[in-house]
């Protein structure tokens, strides 16, 4: 997989992983384009198209698009699951996710992820691992109290 | 403070996350985020230290901003200082800044590496994981150059924790692909296969990603995985749905790991050992056969990670091209897919199907499917389905269905979406020009496809039509009748009135006895148009303006006036004036022979490949065009240069044809230079046409080429060049082979196999390089067959499949015996059997030259003998055949006539298959 983008409805990007190197322009000029692109398409169409050299795979889950960018021999049904898999470790995690979860815990959505994908392929694909090691970070957290400024 | 946060929730960074969202306009959140970005520059300054929370919530906030398209450029100090905090989440959001805001700064490098360093050594596995996540998502020439030695040792120890193992694999994965010279194979490299037997499904998952990108590049090192990969996979497929536990993924066991087992096997040719295979085979079919059964599950999740695995097994099928009934069955179920009722199946099933239709074994089978594509490419709604649909009738045409799918594609042309036009134009053209029986389809096909998409229809399109009716005498009557019927149309497209001007300005006459379309009627009704058209064009209709002059003199003194009336003589544009003056003087001046010879009709075209080929494949890229060009001969035909003879590469590549201008004009001096912009319109084409010009067929002629030659290009097209050097002494030969990938992009799994045994070769080639074999070649006894090379590669996804002969010949084991006449005459009558003798007359099809006569005997590897035959007109030669078995004498006498243009070659040797077959090839060479 080349790169991860989630989206919303409006077209603001809430999460962007790169697994190839680009420059910022790039990247977003990438993600500026594919939006446009996903977001023209009608609810019924296919979840795949061919967007330059890239296949592109994704899915909308209530208000976000989730949307994986890989290469010409990757499996596109495998990826969609893939989507659904990170889909189920938010959900689970948060307790039925919702965007604003993502926005205001975005480092956590980022953790999930790399627990779950590396470098763009998949590291761990059992639920139960996934969060088992989420889960043992949070609890290595100190317990501190403290005053926000 | 939103409800929304969860862990150790930061309040600021809550707080400030909300206030973002609450900005009623982009200027306000501009605003809110100088304000904060000011107030974090100020607490970083400060005097006061700051403690690790509020580090890390400065960092976090910072991101965020990044994260919402703003540029960052402080914070990278403090994220470093992070790294080395003992707390957690503090380390864990340095690493994060890290790896989202990479930063070149190499002091700061220095200072990450440092802490990552000490956290792989830390053993503490959840913070050798930060580590290694954050080289991984950075996956820099740096890291690679820090890390590249420790990770692989990592990955192979007896005591990492799994998890920690799933990491390294991946890491190690992203830096191979990053800096592959940095990541150096070693004793490791076994132990990495064997992760395929982990008992953690995790640890096999992460492991195989890393396994089959090493193994594409380095198959021979890591081949023992297929075996491994074998059985994983056959434990995975018979394992009940339960078996795996959390790896179980509704109801389908391990989907992601059987996707990444079955995309392994396809860096391999199928297994040899038959134990292996058969295990192999039995997978799949079970994959095909779970295919058929009732779904466990309603939910889509399962239906599409089923499907996943069967087309991952339909991938591989597709891979080896060697099982017939699995090809078969393949094809079948994704005919079925074709009728279902999910959109993303019906796309993805004509997708695999477009591979499937360049398989011979499955080829046919695709072909039943035809009205339902066709349906689909006229009811889908979904334009990315009817991409996908038009591509595989394009890749399912043959001579048997070429009409049928020509006229399909034409009339959803009319409908069709814009972002496609064009590239449906140019697999029309092609379509059209590749299974052209009869040229009359071929030529009311282009006109169909300028009529209904000329907007569309690009140079290439039109220019190759008229190549193509210039070349073809039986066509061009018919080509000017349809081009006039053409143009009577109210409103025609621009590139109607190229074509026609083109096409009448050459063979108007063909159809001038009708008085419906006598000079005067074609000559108006072309300049009807003229004022509607671009400057080219109207410089195109000038210049058919001239041959018509020379076509029917009757109408010089009209065409006169035309060019002499203001708006052509004084035309501000200097490129129309130029000709209108040129021409107006050249019809006054020259006398009618004159006149004939500068505008006598246009030459045929050289043979070569058809630019829209080309065209059409820059525009798809690497790889797209899967219909690649296994129809060397028939657009041979087409092209109907006549009998050129063995096609020379080199002169097809590099002389200018000198019947690229226009219209023939080259000659008439006044013009010659004065027609940049139109006049070379056709040269620009041509430079485009690419090397691969008049190879595309060749296969066997490159074979033949090297009878009396031992070095050369044996084949090319655009992707490959394969060259030769070879040696021969007595019953042994050595042979260079060359293969250079003449793309930018690498050649994956490439392999050749020759039906004797050779070493294999590198199997990537990447773009612009060439890779060598060796094979040694012993003569064991006399033979006719020449050994197959089979040449298999992946170039883009498309399979690329080249079979040659290898130019391995008898008379390469010649060894050349002097010997005086009286010597000579008593062998030949020694040998006066008539099955010892060979003999063929036949006609010249290349000059009678005597010095290249000789320079082809002396190649062929007999002694070349003088002042023996009575007649020196002919030639006499003697050798030796050399092989394991025996040795084989061999006498020649070609006798060349002339006048008649004819041979007489006749072999006498004291083996008759030896005679035969010496004769035989040597009767190809002149």
């Known amino acids: ?149 | 403070m939103p409800a929304v946060s969860k862990g150790d929730g930061m309040r600021g960074l809550a707080v400030f996350i909300s206030d973002i969202r609450n900005c009623k306009s982009k200027e306000a959140e501009i605003k809110r985020i100088n304000k904060e970005l000011a107030n974090i520059r100020s607490k970083f300054k400060g005097d006061k230290a700051l403690d690790g929370y509020s580090k890390k919530k400065y960092v976090c906030k910072l991101l965020f901003i990044f994260l919402l398209g703003h540029d960052i450029d402080f914070g990278h100090m403090e994220a470093v200082n992070l790294l080395s905090s003992n707390k957690y989440t503090e380390k864990q959001i340095g690493y994060l800044f890290i790896s989202v805001l990479v930063n070149s700064n190499s002091e700061l490098i220095r200072l990450i590496n440092n802490a990552i360093k000490n956290d792989l050594s830390s053993r503490n596995p959840t913070f050798m994981c930060l580590a290694l996540h954050c080289i991984a998502n950075v996956g820099s020439r740096e890291m690679a150059e820090a890390f590249a030695g420790e990770i692989p040792r990592i990955l192979v120890a007896g005591d990492t924790m799994d998890s920690v193992k799933q990491s390294a694999a991946l890491c190690l994965l992203r830096l191979y692909k990053a800096s592959p010279d940095l990541v150096l194979m070693g004793e490791w490299t076994s132990r990495v296969v064997h992760l395929l037997n982990d008992q953690h499904m995790g640890v096999v998952t992460a492991a195989i990603s890393l396994i089959t990108c090493l193994s594409s590049k380095n198959p021979d090192e890591f081949k023992t995985c297929v075996s491994l990969a074998v059985s994983r996979l056959s434990r995975i497929v018979s394992s009940a749905s339960t078996d795996l536990q959390d790896y179980t993924y509704y109801f389908v066991p391990a989907p992601w790991l059987s996707c990444k087992l079955l995309r392994l096997l396809q860096c391999y040719p199928p297994p040899e050992d038959g134990a292996v295979k058969g295990r192999l085979v039995e997978c799949l079919e079970t994959i095909l056969n779970k295919a058929q059964e009732p779904p466990k599950s309603k939910k889509v999740q399962h239906s599409n990670a089923k499907n996943a695995i069967l087309f991952e097994a339909i991938s591989l099928i597709i891979h080896y091209d060697s099982e017939p009934n699995l090809l078969v069955r393949a094809c079948n179920q994704l005919g079925q897919f074709l009728q279902h009722r999910e959109t993303n199946l019906r796309y993805l099933a004509l997708e695999s199907m477009c591979t499937l239709a360049s398989s011979e074994f499955s080829h046919e089978a695709v072909k039943t499917h035809i009205e339902t594509v066709i349906n689909a490419l006229k009811t889908e709604r979904d334009v990315s389905v009817r991409q996908r649909a038009a591509d595989l009738l394009y890749a399912m045409c043959d001579r048997s269905n070429a009409k049928q799918i020509v006229a399909e594609m034409l009339s959803y042309l009319e409908t069709a979406d814009y972002s496609i036009r064009e590239e449906m134009v140019l697999k029309v053209a092609i379509l059209a020009e590749k299974y052209a029986v009869d040229y009359s389809w071929y030529v009311d096909t282009i006109l169909n496809l300028i009529r209904i998409a000329g907007d569309y229809v690009s140079e290439e399109v039109w220019y190759r039509v008229i190549q193509i009716v210039i070349n073809r005498d039986d066509v061009q009557g018919y080509a000017a009748k349809t081009v006039f019927e053409a143009l009577q149309a109210p409103a025609c497209h621009e590139n109607m009135v190229k074509v026609g001007g083109y096409i009448l300005g050459e063979f108007g006459n063909l159809i001038a006895g009708d008085p419906r379309s006598s000079p005067l009627v074609q000559f108006n009704l072309l300049h009807s148009k003229f004022h509607l058209c671009s400057v080219p064009t109207r410089a195109l209709l000038l210049s058919a303006y001239i041959k018509f002059i020379n076509l029917f003199p009757e109408t010089k003194a009209t065409i006169q006036e035309v060019l002499r009336s203001d708006s052509q003589i004084r035309n501000s544009d200097v490129e129309l004036q130029q000709r209108a003056v040129e021409y107006l003087k050249l019809s006054s001046i020259a006398s009618t022979d004159v006149l004939a010879t500068v505008l006598e009709e246009m030459p045929p075209f050289p043979e070569r490949e058809s630019s829209i080929l080309a065209k059409l494949k820059k525009k798809k890229g690497p790889g797209a065009v899967s219909v690649e060009l296994e129809d060397g001969k028939e657009r041979g035909e087409l092209n109907g240069g006549g009998d050129r003879g063995v096609p020379d590469l080199t002169n097809a590549l590099s002389t200018p044809s000198p019947s690229a201008d226009l219209l023939g004009l080259r000659s008439a001096a006044p013009v010659s230079g004065a027609a940049p912009s139109a006049g070379s319109l056709l040269v620009d084409v041509f430079s485009e046409a690419g090397p691969a010009a008049a190879s595309a067929g060749v296969n066997d002629d490159g074979f033949l080429r090297f009878v009396c030659k031992n070095n050369g290009v044996l084949f090319e097209n655009q992707l490959l060049q394969i060259g030769i050097k070879s040696e021969y002494r007595q019953n042994l030969g050595r042979m260079y082979l060359f293969y250079g990938n003449k793309t930018s992009v690498q050649f994956v799994s490439f392999s050749t196999t020759l039906n004797v045994q050779t070493k294999t070769v590198e199997p990537l080639v990447e773009g612009g390089a060439q890779v060598q074999q060796v094979i040694n070649i012993e003569c064991l006894t006399d033979f006719v067959d020449a050994p197959l090379l089979n040449i298999k590669f992946r170039y883009g996804g498309a399979l690329q499949n080249i079979s040659l002969k290898l130019p391995v010949t008898i008379n390469k084991f010649f060894q050349p015996t002097e010997m005086a006449a009286a010597d000579f005459f008593q062998r030949w009558k020694q040998l006066s059997q008539p099955q010892q003798e060979a003999q063929k007359i036949f006609k010249a099809s290349h000059g009678m030259d005597t010095e290249v006569l000789k320079a082809k005997l002396l190649g062929l590897g007999t002694a070349l003998l003088e002042n023996v035959d009575p007649n020196p007109e002919n030639y006499v030669c003697a050798g030796v055949i050399q092989t394991k078995a025996q040795q084989v004498g061999c006498l020649l006498r070609l006798e060349p006539n002339a006048q008649a243009q004819m041979y007489r070659l006749t072999l006498r040797s004291s083996k008759d298959t030896v005679s035969q077959r010496v004769c035989d090839l040597l009767a190809e060479q002149f």
């Open chain 1, 1 to 149: 997989m080349q790169f991860m983008l989630l989206f919303s409805r409006q077209g603001k990007l809430r999460l962007q992983k790169w697994y190839v190197p680009l420059s910022d322009k790039e990247r977003k000029k990438i993600s500026r384009d594919l939006v446009q692109t996903i977001l023209a398409r009608k609810p019924k169409m296919c979840s795949f198209l061919e967007w330059r050299d890239l296949k592109i795979v994704y899915k909308r889950y209530a208000s976000l698009y989730f949307c994986c960018a890989v290469e010409d021999q990757d499996n596109e049904l495998i990826t969609l699951e893939i989507i659904h898999r990170y889909v189920e470790l938010l959900d689970k995690y948060f307790g039925s996710v919702c965007e604003l979860d993502i926005i205001f815990n975005f480092e956590k959505a980022y953790f999930i992820l790399d627990e779950f994908l590396l470098g763009g392929e998949a590291q761990e694909t059992s639920k139960k691992n996934v969060l088992k090691a989420i889960e043992q970070a949070d609890l290595l957290q100190e317990v501190r109290l403290h005053t926000d400024p």
